[in-house]
């Protein structure tokens, strides 16, 4: 397939400023296409592997690839899609911000000296060097106030703010067009990508190059991901799912793929990995077929997390979640993992001082966590073998907690049936 043949396949084309004349240059040779990337902060989310995978794709169907960092335009901000304008970045974390996400993108794309070699370039470069007088005698001329306040982007802020959108905020689309100036003269570069709610400032981009280079170039928009529920897709209970592992650990990334509902594994498989079309079909139906083996919720986190990861982290994280949910002893994962694990899980405080006495009985620290009503519920569920220390299963009332039960990072993990998980951290005293 080529490469809008594969968009088209995927579920991944929303528009085109020239289908025909792209069509006819995807199949030319190769060309050259970026997508801009908002440094907000100093790691992507996993709302960014989407764009990440557009221009993958674009290099595997032949074609060059150009991340382009908003190190210009991140003093700005993009309104597009935004209901609220956003802070203003300092330098100093814009350029913590730039450093994070440039290491990021190096992972993902191939770079090389081919014609084919992915590109990663900065907009400072060349919105810094432009004076203001220089950049509205030759670029903003061309364009239309009437037809700017049209566009989504500015209209849908127009009509949700009570003071409307800044100066600042509008001209973004200006720089955005400006970019693909500069893309064009420097590179080569004849296609802008982007989801649907930059369609507006994507065809200001292509009008611009064919006013002032006299040249056609195209502009072509994906469906935004979206989740079934209506929630934003790329939000955990914790926060955004960040790409850096040191904010979101490989277990808890691949947690979150797992918990993937039925009605949007199939999407995200299609979307966010780069497993072929008919695997992701039979993986579907085989889903369906038994929805309660959640296949495809396996597949799409496992390959999602080895493409951001790596196959050790995968290896880790599936582990991780086999010894959690499946049963077995903690004592054979690491304290890192451990750590992952029990991130976020309930907890309470015991002394040090108080294991290996009554005080540390089993039943009595299990009815203190809260795991249960009274000792008394507690004593019968675990004479039933229906609660563990550490993921091994303890049918013993009279059982205590001693300093031989304690993990990495001096704690004691306690499971009341399969998943309900509770942390005792012994302090000191």
Not at 314 to 342: I, K, M, P
């Amino acid at each position: 397939m080529n490469f809008i043949e594969e968009l088209r396949v995927r579920g991944l084309f929303q528009a085109v400023s020239d289908e025909a004349g792209l069509a006819e240059a995807l199949g030319a040779g190769p060309i050259t296409g970026y997508i801009g990337f908002d440094p907000t902060a100093a790691s992507l989310h996993v709302g960014s592997l989407f764009q990440i995978l557009l221009l993958l794709r674009l290099q595997r169907a032949g074609h060059r690839p150009i991340a382009l960092v908003g190190g210009g335009t991140g003093l700005i901000g993009d309104p597009s899609g935004k209901s609220d304008e956003r802070s203003m970045l300092s330098p100093e974390r814009l350029a913590e911000n730039l450093s994070g996400i440039r290491g990021q993108l190096s992972k993902y794309l191939d770079f090389n000296d081919s014609p084919t070699g992915a590109v990663l370039i900065d907009n400072a470069e060349w919105l810094g060097a432009i004076g203001l007088l220089e950049f509205l005698r030759d670029i903003g001329k061309h364009f239309s106030v009437n037809a700017m306040v049209q566009r989504d982007s500015v209209r849908n802020r127009l009509e949700q703010r009570e003071h409307g959108i800044s100066y600042t905020e509008f001209s973004y689309m200006l720089l955005q067009s400006y970019d693909f100036l500069a893309l064009r003269d420097r590179f080569g570069c004849r296609l802008q990508l982007g989801g649907s709610d930059q369609w507006g400032n994507i065809v200001s981009g292509v009008d611009l190059v064919r006013r002032l280079r006299n040249e056609e170039v195209f502009g072509l928009t994906t469906p935004l991901l979206t989740r079934s529920d209506g929630k934003k897709f790329g939000k955990s209970e914790a926060g955004n799912v960040w790409l850096d592992p040191a904010l979101t650990s490989p277990y808890e990334f691949y947690q979150f793929w797992l918990n993937t509902s039925d009605d949007d594994v199939e999407r995200y498989l299609l979307a966010l990995t780069l497993e072929p079309v008919e695997v992701i079909a039979e993986a579907v139906a085989a889903h369906k077929a038994d929805p309660a083996k959640r296949g495809a919720q396996r597949m799409l986190a496992a390959s999602v997390t080895r493409f951001v990861h790596g196959d050790e982290a995968l290896a880790s994280a599936q582990r991780t979640t086999e010894l959690l949910f499946q049963g077995g002893d903690l004592r054979t994962l690491a304290a890192d993992e451990l750590a992952a694990a029990f991130k976020g899980a309930p907890n309470h405080g015991l002394a040090r001082s108080a294991l290996g006495t009554p005080e540390a009985g089993f039943v009595k620290v299990l009815a203190d966590a809260g795991l249960f009503k009274s000792r008394g519920e507690a004593r019968s569920f675990v004479a039933q073998g229906g609660a563990s220390v550490n993921g091994v299963a303890v049918s013993d009332v009279q059982r205590v907690l001693t300093v031989d039960d304690l993990l990495h990072g001096g704690f004691i993990a306690l499971r009341k049936g399969r998943k309900s998980w509770h942390v005792v951290r012994v302090t000191d005293g």
